[in-house]
């Protein structure tokens, strides 16, 4: 093991989360670092300081295997997004049915699709294709499944969106969507079915009634018995992996829709074209930056969709205000009847209050109709309170 590696226990990590309690911090900014943001501003430094925590251990906690990080960002994500990508795939369809023929010209005008084929909707007819982008996507664990929601096989109007994972720093999202493009199986099981990390499975022939039958997902291979690996039934952090042979675990369960897509792509090695098409299409863009926006300028009211998620609950303690520039870039991004999806804390400049945020829109001109917002949905791992809200451009 990498001499540099140092673990960040368990109760290191629950003695940071405590110490950013105790002294007024959101969890989130925490989770955040430890999910690899190293803020370098005065303010957040002397905050940091104040909770007792150094960069050092932030270092630590970050210098985790890339396969750690992954794994970690896709078991937080699977019960994070759950709201979400039904919203989505509605819409996609609803957009399709409207802007068909719009597809059509840009599909012809864009040569460097032709590899998009190998999605799955591509047994039903040539599919078409319309820009989609992730605002702050991070580690893009929830670009990717954006994305592999919009390949839908069974959808009838087969139109998919070809998504633009954006951040301000993407260093890491490149890196995730590399480690998932070279990833290979975890091992393949007696159904001769591969199973990759986090991969939903079931337990089969056990003797022990309570896990046979059981739905979980496999994280790691058990360092210290070969042929056997550590399994998690839910996403508690403070849930420990329990491991069980290889025998006993298949590939199976409930998967989630683009889970399910995903897999299927895996299967069929269609997934490396799946990763590396995200990767060609990463751009910088810092919301707080108007220069950088014009990174994503070829795409002016072309988009489908834009997408913004937990960015306030990373920077809303220093910029409140960042859902209006995610606002102000949307409403330049998207093609009449497309669709801002914002999904975050509720408690940064009025963020989830929708009249507020509808005189916003009105007064900028930014063209904006409310199509849905949720009541306040409290984020069981922060205990913060959160709002998905649905911008329709008109
Ligand atoms: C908590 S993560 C959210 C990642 C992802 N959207 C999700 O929901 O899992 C916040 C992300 O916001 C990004 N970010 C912070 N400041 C930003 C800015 N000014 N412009 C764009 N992205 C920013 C960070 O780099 C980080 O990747």
Known sequence: ?????????????????????????????????????????????????????????IDRINSRPTKEKVHEEKIRFRFDYGPVLPLLQERIDTFAELHRHDADKHDEDEDDEDDEDASPSSVLSKPIFFPAVDIAAGSSVGTVALAATSLNPTATNNTNLCWYPTDNDVERTEEILRYQLEESPLFVDDDDQPVFGCNPIELRGLKTAKYNGKIGYVVCPDPKNTGRYGIKFS???????????????FHGGCPSL????????????????????????????DIKDRNTWSNVEELHDKCAFVTCTNLLTAIGYRDPTAWQDTMQLASKLLHV???????????YADFGNTSIMEEYARTESLGFELDFTTSALLHENTGRMRNIIIWKKI
């Not at 996403?235 to 675990?249: G, V, W």
């Not at 009847?337 to 408690?347: F, H, N, P, R, S």
């Open 258 to 285: 683009h889970e399910a897509i995903l897999y299927d792509l895996q299967k069929k090695n269609k997934a490396k074209d799946f990763f590396q098409n995200l990767i060609n299409r990463i751009r910088v863009v």
């Open 235 to 249: 996403n508690d952090p403070n849930e420990s992996n329990i491991s069980f042979k290889k025998e006993n675990i």
């Open 337 to 347: 009847d497309g669709y801002l999806l914002q999904y975050d804390a509720v408690d």
């Open 1 to 57: 093991m990498d001499e540099r590696y140092h673990r960040c226990t368990p109760e290191k990590e629950k003695e940071l989360t405590a110490l950013c309690l105790e002294k007024g911090i959101p969890p989130d900014t925490i989770r955040t670092l430890i999910d690899g943001e190293k803020e370098k501003d005065r303010k957040f430094e002397l905050k940091m300081a104040a909770a007792g925590f150094t960069y050092d251990d």
